[in-house]
T-cell receptor, first 111, second 113 residues
């Protein structure tokens, strides 16, 4: 199993551009999560999903959108990128409401 | 607002000594607790979980839970330089929602050779 994979690893965006961060898992987990991690600030939940077709907002959803059309994929969309969205983004999955398994992360810089 | 508090450190411990990492949480209904290790530039990696009051040992790691005091700790025995990392405490949210875990900001641990 590849576990949780994320692409790209690094990306630089200009202010106002849009992009999609990809996340996929091959463990047949129902629960998937998107976090952002700023230096010294811990992990903040952006969006989560409990299964295909079902998503909900986390603590910091503004400026982001998600979709979950399959169990495997959970992309995160950034519209109109802003410098405040410079961060490291982690996707995670879980078989149940319990421990989460993280992808390698995407380091995003908005200039 | 559910909160998980950790001392950010850095916590400096000599090689071979016991490192003690502490965490308090605000959600009194929480039942599941996790410790993640995060090396610089890497993703969090699960190292321990604990559900019941008391101690749980796994190799050099011991997790301790006291629900009455809303306190979780992680002990690392015979600390090695490879244990140098940030340790994140995470608490499973109660209340029936599916929003999963609330993370602390982490404690930066440095093991001095």
């Amino acid at each position: 199993n590849a576990g949780v994979t994320q692409t790209p690893k690094f990306r630089i965006l200009k202010i106002g551009q849009s992009m999609t961060l990809q996340c996929a898992q091959d463990m047949n987990h129902n629960y998937m999560y998107w976090y952002r991690q700023d230096p010294g600030m811990g992990l903040k939940l952006i969006y989560y999903s409990v299964g295909a077709g079902i998503t909900d907002k986390g603590e910091v959803p503004n400026g982001y959108n998600v979709s979950r059309s399959t169990t495997e994929d959970f992309p995160l969309r950034l519209e109109l990128a802003a410098p405040s969205q410079t961060s490291v983004y982690f996707c995670a999955s879980s078989p149940r409401l319990n421990e989460q398994f993280f992808g390698p992360g995407t380091r995003l810089t908005v200039l | 607002q559910k909160e998980v508090e950790q001392n950010s450190g850095p916590l400096s411990v000599p090689e071979g000594a016991i490192a003690s990492l502490n965490c308090t949480y605000s959600d009194r209904g929480s039942q599941s607790f996790f410790w993640y290790r995060q090396y610089s530039g890497k993703s969090p990696e699960l190292i321990m979980f604990i559900y019941s009051n008391g101690d749980k040992e796994d190799g050099r790691f011991t997790a301790q839970l006291n629900k009455a005091s809303q306190y979780v700790s992680l002990l690392i025995r015979d600390s090695q330089p490879s244990d140098s990392a940030t340790y994140l405490c995470a608490v499973l949210n109660s209340g029936g929602g599916a929003d999963g875990l609330t993370f602390g900001k982490g404690t930066h641990l440095i093991i001095q050779p």
